[in-house]
């Protein structure tokens, strides 16, 4: 594909997962799960309970969504151009 990773985002639901996608380079989006939610995600740009539907919004766990209440493409293009969202 020829992309960087400044030219990419990653979805992880572990703290490994994390880490390695970090190391990576790649601004990384977290979504816990029962066995990984009270792991460390620091250097997430957000981290989720779920990524949401329009019916069935997200809980942010740590950073800051906006006003999204599920994860779209303005989320994304926002997480990805770093506006405001940071952890």
């Known amino acids: 594909m020829g992309l960087t990773a400044a030219d ?5 639901d572990s703290d490994n997962g994390l880490q390695s996608s970090l190391s ?8 816990v799960n029962a066995y990984t939610r009270q792991q460390s ?7 989720l309970d779920q990524l949401g539907e329009p ?3 997200f809980t ?4 800051d969504a906006g006003e999204s209440a599920f994860v779209d493409i303005a989320l994304l293009k926002r997480v990805f151009a770093d506006l405001k969202i940071c952890v």
């Open 24 to 31: 990576a380079g790649l601004k990384t989006i977290v979504t």
């Open 55 to 57: 019916d069935c919004e």
């Open 41 to 47: 995600f620091a250097g997430a740009k957000i981290v």
């Open 8 to 12: 990419c985002l990653a979805f992880e």
């Open 60 to 63: 942010v766990l740590s950073g």
